[in-house]
């Protein structure tokens, strides 16, 4: 049986990834890969993880997490040389080093902050797919 707080984790995780594959949507519903940059419908993209979900300080991090084709983020593990790529050409050095530094740190989410997290995200991904007509 699961606890509160996994259920809640799922919820977040799926909303996240809602969310962030809107995020990188354009006004047709496709998304580029940021890996491959092959054009994917963004239901049908996966929210990729450049530092992998186990690590709880970035799971939840938008610079951590874009959409991704299905192909390079599961069938190559990411596809990490190029998403390195992307990040560094997208913000720049020093988020990736940022985000290799959050890599290390232990965070463990609160019911509270999880909760609300889902309400910022439900309310983002509502916004998004009305502003895009999707």
């Known amino acids: 049986m699961a606890t509160e707080r996994q259920e809640l984790i799922k919820k977040l995780d799926k909303i996240f990834s809602q969310y962030i594959r809107l995020r990188d949507a354009d006004d047709n519903g496709y998304v580029r890969c ?11 993209a ?4 450049f530092i992998p979900r186990e690590h709880m300080a970035t799971r939840w991090c ?8 299905v192909n ?7 596809d ?7 990040i560094v050409d997208k913000y720049g050095e020093y988020t990736l080093n940022k985000l290799y ?6 965070r463990k989410w609160g019911l509270f902050e999880l909760k609300e997290m889902i309400k910022v995200y439900r309310d983002h991904v509502k916004k998004l797919k009305k502003e895009k007509g999707l």
Request: net charge negative; hydrophobic share 30%.
């Open 80 to 86: 990490m040389d190029r998403y390195a790529d992307f």
């Open 72 to 78: 390079a983020n599961r069938f190559l593990d990411g």
């Open 62 to 69: 938008e610079y951590n997490c874009h959409a991704q084709s």
């Open 46 to 49: 996966d929210c990729g993880h």
């Open 34 to 44: 940021c890996s491959s940059n092959v054009a994917v419908n963004w239901k049908e």
């Open 101 to 106: 530094g959050m890599k290390r740190q232990s």
